[in-house]
């Protein structure tokens, strides 16, 4: 099978400084429908803030994100989720108090129609949307495998599960462009193993547009079919994942071309 | 010319006070990232604490204030030192149990170190209390009392700001800021609400006895008397102030303070005693906002129960001074408090009188919309 | 794959079937109202008519405010300015409009309005018309100044927002003391007066004298249930979950797809608009005079303790607390109906005590146990000690903010989400602290916190 070649997200040398500190330069991207895309790179490298920059938490200084042939540069967050942009965190941010289900429930907001007189009153339409909204949640609950801990609170959850949880609130907002900021970190071999059946899933059955935020390089050379490299918010590769493995530029920026390097890698992680 | 002047006047007296209250809110928020709403407690209570000491030195007329004398302060101090004695030989006991050979300092014991400063601190204030009065006896202008009298209430509020800290706000480090704010508004209740009781300052108004001639100005021009009061009082903030200033920028303590208000985790890791730090802190902005309390009630001798509305409402233009010179910022804060009170005078004298407080919420909500960190404060933007 | 849409229309269900779904809950709510109105209130007398009456008052208050507070975490401190605002617009309208219609500002409402016993008058008059139109329209108002106030908080968040909220109330209450000046009294006074001026006659500094007591069990009641519905229908809906999504995270929620600011609106808009009618309710209230000193900060702060004292977000623990807040002021004046029930309280301590005993004995948790047992000893204890203070002749009724404000900070510090969290009181996960003590003893380092 042949993948489309039709892009449905296109990023155009977007750039973005904190004060002196340039945490992303000239940063583009093409991803063709039903794509998987790894973005790696050593901490601090500003893999994170280029999925700000895509969903509108921060402005690009310049460049233009264009999803689905729509300009969606500076817009709020909420709209730029509205236009299918979805997103994992890194550090995680779900809503603690309420319930599993309730957070993929929210997911589903973006899609409902959500009118206050209509919740206040419950029309017939209000209640057949909430029915569809707690169908389709419970189905992606079903996905990740969290249905049998629906009503728990999600701050109760172990930390796999919550980054689980994470992935089943994005897919509710029905995206065209999922974003995993590193799905991985702080799960076990075994939970690993599930993960990367999951996004094998998530791309059949969803038809999924995958960028992928990972630091666990047996699941990105694994599963992506292309991959970027950040260091220092420059783009220093970009290929197959056996072209990045042995590009010299990546070697150098992993492994640090000598202990100077390493030990200033440590301090840009420095913040919190 | 000479409603012009005479405004100016009282804007920089009261402008000087707000700016000295407008510390404490500035120095906590710029630390612990709340808003003490209790500050303007304390200041109520550094009014009243002056108001009961000078009456007991012999100020004022003895027949209009009666009831002055609060045994039961003594009665406290006598329990804590008690127990700061007992549970002082208990800890020792211990720890010597635990280290035969080591050599034993007070630093060591937890609660009976905390208890054996604060019973010493409160002797201090009851023993600067009576020496008003001796003084007082021995004859005196009202500028020696006054130093001592406000001394007193500064020792008081600051011991009081020490204990606040350590029971309200201490087990809170790491809760939510919403959480905080609440409690800061509970306390703020608790201080109104005891402060009424008959124990204490009792629910009518009393009058302050003014240490300093309110007949023979200092000055005049263009029929514009100027009072001794005004000029002492802006001269005593502006020097607490700069003391403030020097303390804060050019000692190893303002260093860490300053680590701490940056990053709290990082400082201790440094090996800062956060902890410390946060309740001289505390202390600081208590025992300005006494100050305050005292010279605001030499220029306004009415005072009113500590529950008044008026006391509030002063303390909000303090914090709404903190905000407009830009939060978390010590320079911002004399700015913002020299501002407000221009405003307010200002706006008073020439607008309308009674939509003073108007004039200074309007401020607030325009420079929050506009420029959210003040005319001095840096902007904050939260990391994702 | 089909869209939400064409799925929430397949499972649309049939009209009339939901028409009776959404009415019937209003209906209980008008037959309890009627009930407490027509039977509960002859049983249990004048006074605790009104405490039942200033109970109903202050539910509003706090539910409306935990829609701000506690479903969507922005916190407002000004609450009492919509309330002071919805009290004096309905006033106004009350009171200039019985003066023009009947030539006299006195009740004139029916049986449904009427808070005295044995007073002839039909059921409903055009009086009681008047009366309800004039609480919507206060609301009404409320809720445009809920709007001006919820705009900042598109910019500010947490203590700035608070103070703001703080400084609008304080400004509604100066324009009203100062702007103002004395209520009319005649019909000839009010036809003297320009139109645009009559908003200015309502009485000043001096508080809004001569309002007709309109405010019954009844409406009061019927509020209740309205709020209370209202509240609940939010919240368990997809706007309440976009509210509640904001306070446990904003920059979540925003990338999730809502819409924070308008949300965040919403929610004050909708709050102010029942304090504005609470306001009306309190206003026309047995008892009370409007007057803008007693609507200050102070007010605000005590329909904060409610909320926070129930929990932040949950609307069963905001009305309790409102109850409790209100009532207890009054069982500390005179506290024998409390003492009456001395052996039920010391009966389901020592109930609890010896649960506790067992538990502990058998390596379970007690834990919530002996927190419930410590909930009603003090209790008990307030009690006994408002009686023993009242022999000494004291009444620890006037101590009633130290206790509040004591409550406020062991709270925070000892349980910080409040009684119940964001939990309603039937949420079977809200007791299962209790469950669990009878339960078998947790694996070791299994525990979830
Ligand atoms: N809001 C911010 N303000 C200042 N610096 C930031 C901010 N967000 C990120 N940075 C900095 O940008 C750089 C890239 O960070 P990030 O994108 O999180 O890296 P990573 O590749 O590990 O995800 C880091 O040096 C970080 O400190
Ligand atoms: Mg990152």
Redesign the interface.
Known sequence: MTPPTDAVLEVRSICKSFGGLKAVQEFNLTLPRGSLRGLIGPNGAGKTTVFNLLTGVYKPDVGSVVLGGREITGMRPFRIAGAGLSRTFQNIRLFGELSVLDNVRLGCHVRAQHGVFRSIVRTPFHRGEERAIEASARRLLGVVGLLGRADEQAKNLPYGDQRRLEIARALATEPRVLLLDEPAAGMNSQEKVALRALIQRLRKEFDATILLIEHDMGVVMDICERITVLDYGKTIAEGTPDEVQSNPAVIEAYLGADADAGSSHAASKGGR | MEKFLQTLIDALAVGSLYALIALGYTMVYGILK??NFAHSDVFVLGAWTSFLVAVAAGWGDPQASAGAGREWVAWVLWAATIAAAVIAAFEYAAWKRRHPTDAFSLNRTRLAGSLVLVAAWGWAALGLAKMAGVVKAWGDNGLFSGLLILLCAMATCGLVGFVLERL?YK??RK?????????A??????L???GQLQAMFGTRPQRMPTLLPTDAPLATIANVKIMPVDVIGAATAVALMFLLDFLVHRTKFGRSMRAVSFNP?TASLMGIPVDRVISVTFVIGASLAAAAGFLYGQKYPGLNQT?A?VW??LG?KA??AA?VGGIGNIRGAMLGGVLIGLLEFFGAAYV?A??R??YV??L??VV??VR?SGILGRPMV??? | MSTLRSRSVEMTPAALPTLVRSVWPLLVGVGVALALQFFAKPVIGDFYAKVLLDIGTSIILAVSLTMVNGFTGQFSIGHAAFMMVGGYVSGGIVYYGSLLAWGSADMAGGALSSMIDGREAPFLTWGDALFAGSLVAGGLVAAVCGYVVGLPSLRLKGDYLAIVTLGFGEIVRVLIQSQTSDVLYTVEEVKETAWYLMPTKVGGALGFSGLPFYSSLFWVFLGVAVTLLVAYRLKDSATGRAFLSIREDEIASEAMGVNTTQFKVRAFVIAAFFAGVAGGLFAHSIGVQLNPGELGFLKSFDIIIMVVLGGLGSISGAAIAAAIVTILPELLRNPEPLLKMWPVLAGLAAVLLVAAVVCAMTGRRARSLVAWMCIVLTLLGLGFGARAAAAAGHNLGDYRMILFALALILMMILRPQGLFGVREVWDRSLWKGIADSFRAPPKKGGTNK
């Open positions: 709340f808003i309200a087990p809170l809760a939510p800021r919403l959480n905080v704010l609440i409690t508004i509970g306390v703020s209740l608790l109104q609400n005891l985790t529950a509305a509030v409402l909000l914090f709404v905000v309308s009674a939509m407080d108007v919420f309007s607030l909500i929050l919309l959210p939260e990391k994702v």
